[in-house]
């Protein structure tokens, strides 16, 4: 039988600290659904107003669907995450005995963690994306403009190429046509338009 839990100062606080490392992994979770969100919240809709007006891609229903299942995915690896370590250190540091201390000394050092640190991790983590998706979007939208540019005017002159050479083609044939029915007029009023 194991001494009484709270004998040992140890045993408290590496539960306090297993809590804090599971909010950090939440919160690792949580900045990955956020960078595959679009401009909801995300610097008070700055996003919004500074992006060009001109979407270079449109979000699809394909991808909301494959968020959902990302977001299932990562909430079923948070909590094996979270049964696998309480367990672990349940059977390592408490000789494999259950406590309710043991959970309950975990969950205040999550909320502890989410209450002080969580919020500035969050908030600094959504600044970070907010700021690296924006210049991501505008390196693109500058890379892309001339592009667009260009391959406007390879279209166009492309277009106007084509046009001209089948306008070539399509006169030749009208010019050899009308030579042919010249020559065959010619022919037919020599012989005094005469049907053979």
Do not use: H
């Amino acid at each position: 039988m194991n001494s009484f839990f709270y004998d040992s100062a140890a045993n408290i606080l590496s539960f306090l600290c297993l809590g804090v490392i599971l909010g950090a992994v939440y919160d690792f979770f949580r900045v990955l659904r956020i960078s595959r969100k679009g401009t909801d919240d995300l610097s008070g809709g700055i996003y919004d107003k500074i992006r060009p007006k001109k979407s270079i891609s449109k979000p699809q229903k394909l991808l909301r669907l494959t968020d959902n299942a990302l977001t299932f995915i990562e909430d079923i690896l948070f909590w094996m995450i979270v049964f696998a370590s309480e367990a672990i250190y349940i059977y390592y540091i408490n000789d494999g005995e259950p406590r309710i201390d043991c959970f309950i000394l975990s969950v205040a050092g999550f909320m502890l963690y989410r209450i002080s640190i969580g919020r500035i991790v969050v908030y600094l983590s959504q600044q970070i994306i907010f700021f690296v998706r924006c210049l991501l979007f505008w390196t693109t939208y500058i890379i892309m403009y001339p592009v667009r540019i260009i391959w406007k005017f390879i279209y166009s002159a492309a277009d106007k190429a084509v046009n001209l050479v089948f306008t070539a083609i399509d006169n030749a044939r009208r010019r050899k046509y009308s030579k042919r029915a010249k020559k065959r007029l010619l022919d037919m009023s020599a012989r005094g338009f005469e049907q053979n």
